[in-house]
T-cell receptor, first 112, second 111 residues
């Protein structure tokens, strides 16, 4: 069966520090991969998605970036965090578009 | 552009009763998918049910059913026989290339 992992689970970082969140998927090949952010009490906002290694589409221009160095690995990064980057970050995978996405456990990021 | 509207910020239901969570959508695509997700307080997003735009039958998954009315562009979630563990945020979403979520409905099940 397929599983999706995210780490770390929680993170507290100072403003201006770098960020690296990792997501890995097991049990499937060539998945579509997604990064979402959820502000408190709000719906999810798609940040990036990837249909293959090295292929990244950005949905929201900001100080975040994403990379897919391996088929089942998706990384969310920032060189300098802002206060507004605080939130709950969720990684997801799907077999294809127009079908369900399966989410990881999430990373709760607090920028102070 | 696609849009999901969930007009019920919060809902209460008595344990063992059925509840309907509303969802309307807007899209110009002919082919799309509609989804419901559950998010308990732990934060994980749990996939519940899927309805394709060309599916003529309403989707069902155990106690969950999706009341799909294409002409009205609605995709309401019906939970039968509510349980205390159903208390959570529920999100409706539409997929037509990317997944767009509504703002969610917080469901509270009373014993």
């Amino acid at each position: 069966s397929q599983t999706i992992h995210q780490w770390p689970a929680t993170l507290v970082q100072p403003v201006g520090s770098p960020l690296s969140l990792e997501c890995t998927v097991e049990g499937t090949s060539n998945p579509n991969l997604y990064w979402y952010r959820q502000a408190a009490g709000r719906g999810l906002q798609l940040l990036f998605y990837s249909v293959g290694i090295g292929q990244i589409s950005s949905e929201v221009p900001q100080n975040l970036s994403a990379s897919r160095p391996q088929d089942r690995q998706f990384i969310l990064s920032s060189k300098k965090l802002l206060l507004s980057d605080s939130g709950f970050y969720l990684c997801a995978w799907s077999v294809t578009t127009l079908r369900e996405q399966f989410f990881g456990p999430g990373t709760r990021l607090t920028v102070l | 552009a696609q849009k999901i509207t969930q007009t019920q910020p919060g809902m209460f239901v008595q344990e063992k009763e059925a509840v309907t969570l509303d969802c309307t959508y807007d899209t110009s695509d002919q082919s799309y998918g509609l989804f419901w997700y559950k998010q308990p307080s732990s934060g994980e997003m749990i996939f519940l049910i899927y309805q394709g735009s060309y599916d003529e039958q309403n989707a069902t998954e155990g106690r969950y059913s999706l009341n799909f009315q294409k002409a009205r562009k609605s995709a309401n979630l019906v939970i039968s026989a509510s349980q205390l563990g159903d208390s959570a945020m529920y999100f409706c979403a539409i997929e037509g290339g990317k997944l767009i979520f509504g703002q969610g409905t917080e469901l509270s099940v009373k014993p």
